[in-house]
């Protein structure tokens, strides 16, 4: 491709939208221009880099015994009805109606559509197990898309899904992905870790995700340096200390004028947070679309404690929280600032169950500028819910090891769910074994998101100047550039290279421009190809081309009548680099 014909083209300047790195640099660099909020058109360039990606995964796919397909993006709403998400998925699911009036959804993941044709095609457990997977555009009309490619509404995933007839079947295709995944990522030169994780909407029975650990990523992940325990913090666990025993004080009504927060209550009656029992009212909606009523929910944890909002919306079976207002608070006997679980009504109550060992705390009176000393749950409240709400923060205890644990904000690049028989139970996946009794299939799903996953290499692989794409997904791993003016010999010794390397297979960027070498060297140090190859007067003279290794700086001069065997072993070394990193990793 020569960059005199390229479509698209540099920009000098960062765009005022840009919000993280890989987003003003891919702009910049001519691979993506925004159509709206969040939505992109992949350039040339951008297009090469997601196909190089995408092959990639197709051999890790294929090394795993996947068999490829296509699922439309569009669905009838019906097979979204049955599995009943259709009416508990809110605003993201993208839905609208045919001609005919038919109700219609865009993909934002096909579980549904693949338990459609497992009915349709699956009767034997012979048939069983397989794998299969596609690439395919999705839909999710987030509220919130950020950071160019990092959150679109738009955007092109890898699901594979697994059908087997048992668990352990499931279990060994579950293990597959998990080495795989890292297979991909290590391919691409992006460190990732995996945590545990919560199976949300997708539902099923465990989940991990994948993490590239970055300051701009949304997701908080909770890491223990001494036993390597890590998880979401959606999902994570400590170790929580209980109080030593006492014995129970009575209920006693003492006033806390202006003390509205735990900490203003601590100070107040000289006692520690540890010590207040902190509640926290949320209305909860199992439709995600619902506007305005849901169910009063108040979360009670320990007052130096925080809610974690994923644990508490999966006890209480909730699509969604937002906290309650102060007329909805009022409404079930509480006083905002001053509230506790004692006396209310039409409100659920979940305490968190390290309250159950923590005796006589201070909570609120539900009454203006009053709190009750020596509160102890089961004597003075019980709980429709006792369980693990509490959210994990830094410096809490391992669940494992009881060490410290550090938290560190990452972006999820990919996850893995074992469905079971979540989807195969509702819309009617079985099949028969050899005695002629009906199972269901056991379904696994598994996803990595493309242009997430090339927006999350550019940010690992940049610099001061631009970008820096490790040879597997640079779209082109040489990039020459012509210091030629108009020199006609230069220019025909120019071509000559360019054939002589596209005779050895190598793909070629040639910026046959006529620019001056300070733009030339800007636009290749911007766009970042792996290899840089400079022939100018001065290179010519020695019958020679400097070589300049984009990521390390290194440059050399290479004869011309062995550039093209040179260029092949420096690409197979890049190549071989990344190759090493694919190593097994243990399955937690």
């Given at each position: 491709m020569r960059l005199s014909t390229l479509f698209g083209q540099t920009l000098r300047e960062?765009?005022?939208?840009?919000?993280?790195?890989?987003?003003?640099?891919?702009?910049?660099?001519?691979?993506?221009?925004?159509?709206?909020?969040?939505?992109?058109?992949?350039?040339?360039?951008?297009?090469?880099?997601?196909?190089?990606?995408?092959?990639?995964?197709?051999?890790?796919?294929?090394?795993?015994?996947?068999?490829?397909?296509?699922m439309p993006v569009v669905h009838p709403a019906e097979v979204w009805q049955e599995s009943g998400r259709y009416q508990t998925i809110g605003l993201e699911l993208g839905r609208f109606a045919d001609r005919s009036g038919r109700p219609m959804v865009l993909a934002m993941t096909h579980e549904e559509i693949v338990a459609d044709l497992v009915r349709r095609e699956v009767r034997s457990y012979r048939q069983l197990p397989r794998l299969i997977y596609h690439i395919q555009t999705k839909w999710r009309d987030d509220p919130r898309p950020r950071a160019g490619l990092i959150r679109t509404r738009e955007?092109?995933?890898?699901?594979s899904y697994s059908l087997d007839a048992d668990e352990a079947g499931l279990d060994l295709q579950y293990r597959g992905h998990y080495q795989a995944y890292f297979n991909i990522f290590a391919r691409c030169g992006l460190p990732v870790i995996a945590v545990q994780a919560d199976v949300g909407r997708m539902g099923g029975s465990l989940a991990h995700e994948f993490m590239f650990l970055a300051p701009m990523g949304e997701d908080t992940i909770v890491r223990c340096p001494s036993c390597g325990y890590s998880a979401n913090r959606q999902v994570a666990l400590q170790t929580k200390t209980p109080a030593g025993a006492e014995v129970l004080g009575p209920l006693t009504r003492v006033a806390t004028p202006a003390c509205a927060t735990m900490e203003d209550l601590a100070r107040f009656l000289n006692v520690p947070t540890s010590r207040t029992a902190k509640a926290v009212f949320f209305s909860a909606f199992r439709d995600e679309r619902e506007a305005s009523t849901g169910q009063l929910v108040l979360a009670l944890v320990r007052g130096d404690m925080g809610v974690n909002e994923t644990k508490l919306a999966n006890v209480v079976g909730a699509r969604m929280l937002r906290p309650?207002?102060?007329?909805?608070?009022?409404?079930?006997?509480?006083?905002?600032?001053?509230?506790?679980?004692?006396?209310?009504?039409?409100?659920?109550?979940?305490?968190?169950?390290?309250l159950a060992s923590s005796p006589n705390?201070?909570?609120?009176?539900?009454?203006?500028?009053?709190?009750?000393?020596?509160?102890?749950?089961?004597?003075?409240?019980?709980?429709?819910?006792?369980?693990?709400?509490a959210a994990v923060e830094e410096g809490s205890a391992c669940p494992q090891c009881s060490a410290p644990m550090h938290a560190v904000r990452g972006v999820e690049v990919g996850n893995i769910f074992k469905l079971g028989t979540d989807y195969s139970d509702t819309l009617g996946c079985h099949y028969l074994d050899a005695q002629g009794s009906s199972h269901a299939v056991m379904m696994g799903s598994y996803g990595i998101g493309l242009g997430r996953l090339l927006a999350c290499i550019a940010e690992a692989h940049h610099d001061e100047q631009g970008l820096a794409w490790p040879v597997s997904v640079a779209p082109y791993p040489v990039h020459l550039v012509l210091l030629a003016g108009d020199d006609p010999q230069l220019l025909r010794a120019g071509e000559a290279v360019e054939r002589e390397l596209q005779a050895e297979n190598v793909e070629v960027l040639y910026d046959d421009r006529s620019e001056s070498p300070g733009v030339k060297f800007a636009d290749a140090d911007l766009m970042g190809m792996p290899i840089r190859l400079t022939l100018g007067k001065r290179s010519m003279a020695q019958q020679a081309v400097e070589l300049r290794l984009r990521q390390s700086g290194e440059s050399r001069n290479v004869p011309l009548a062995s550039l093209a065997g040179e260029v092949k072993r420096e690409i197979a070394r890049l190549t071989g680099e990344l190759e090493a990193q694919r190593v097994v990793v243990p399955y937690p």
């Amino acid at each position: 491709m020569r960059l005199s014909t390229l479509f698209g083209q540099t920009l000098r300047e960062t765009p005022a939208a840009a919000e993280a790195a890989s987003h003003a640099l891919l702009l910049r660099a001519g691979f993506i221009r925004p159509l709206g909020a969040g939505i992109f058109t992949l350039l040339p360039l951008g297009l090469r880099a997601l196909q190089h990606i995408a092959a990639i995964m197709r051999s890790e796919m294929d090394r795993l015994g996947g068999q490829e397909l296509l699922m439309p993006v569009v669905h009838p709403a019906e097979v979204w009805q049955e599995s009943g998400r259709y009416q508990t998925i809110g605003l993201e699911l993208g839905r609208f109606a045919d001609r005919s009036g038919r109700p219609m959804v865009l993909a934002m993941t096909h579980e549904e559509i693949v338990a459609d044709l497992v009915r349709r095609e699956v009767r034997s457990y012979r048939q069983l197990p397989r794998l299969i997977y596609h690439i395919q555009t999705k839909w999710r009309d987030d509220p919130r898309p950020r950071a160019g490619l990092i959150r679109t509404r738009e955007f092109t995933m890898l699901d594979s899904y697994s059908l087997d007839a048992d668990e352990a079947g499931l279990d060994l295709q579950y293990r597959g992905h998990y080495q795989a995944y890292f297979n991909i990522f290590a391919r691409c030169g992006l460190p990732v870790i995996a945590v545990q994780a919560d199976v949300g909407r997708m539902g099923g029975s465990l989940a991990h995700e994948f993490m590239f650990l970055a300051p701009m990523g949304e997701d908080t992940i909770v890491r223990c340096p001494s036993c390597g325990y890590s998880a979401n913090r959606q999902v994570a666990l400590q170790t929580k200390t209980p109080a030593g025993a006492e014995v129970l004080g009575p209920l006693t009504r003492v006033a806390t004028p202006a003390c509205a927060t735990m900490e203003d209550l601590a100070r107040f009656l000289n006692v520690p947070t540890s010590r207040t029992a902190k509640a926290v009212f949320f209305s909860a909606f199992r439709d995600e679309r619902e506007a305005s009523t849901g169910q009063l929910v108040l979360a009670l944890v320990r007052g130096d404690m925080g809610v974690n909002e994923t644990k508490l919306a999966n006890v209480v079976g909730a699509r969604m929280l937002r906290p309650a207002t102060e007329s909805e608070v009022r409404a079930v006997g509480a006083v905002p600032g001053y509230a506790s679980a004692i006396g209310l009504h039409d409100a659920r109550v979940v305490a968190d169950d390290l309250l159950a060992s923590s005796p006589n705390l201070v909570a609120g009176a539900n009454e203006e500028g009053y709190h009750l000393r020596n509160v102890n749950l089961g004597r003075d409240f019980t709980p429709d819910t006792l369980t693990d709400i509490a959210a994990v923060e830094e410096g809490s205890a391992c669940p494992q090891c009881s060490a410290p644990m550090h938290a560190v904000r990452g972006v999820e690049v990919g996850n893995i769910f074992k469905l079971g028989t979540d989807y195969s139970d509702t819309l009617g996946c079985h099949y028969l074994d050899a005695q002629g009794s009906s199972h269901a299939v056991m379904m696994g799903s598994y996803g990595i998101g493309l242009g997430r996953l090339l927006a999350c290499i550019a940010e690992a692989h940049h610099d001061e100047q631009g970008l820096a794409w490790p040879v597997s997904v640079a779209p082109y791993p040489v990039h020459l550039v012509l210091l030629a003016g108009d020199d006609p010999q230069l220019l025909r010794a120019g071509e000559a290279v360019e054939r002589e390397l596209q005779a050895e297979n190598v793909e070629v960027l040639y910026d046959d421009r006529s620019e001056s070498p300070g733009v030339k060297f800007a636009d290749a140090d911007l766009m970042g190809m792996p290899i840089r190859l400079t022939l100018g007067k001065r290179s010519m003279a020695q019958q020679a081309v400097e070589l300049r290794l984009r990521q390390s700086g290194e440059s050399r001069n290479v004869p011309l009548a062995s550039l093209a065997g040179e260029v092949k072993r420096e690409i197979a070394r890049l190549t071989g680099e990344l190759e090493a990193q694919r190593v097994v990793v243990p399955y937690p």
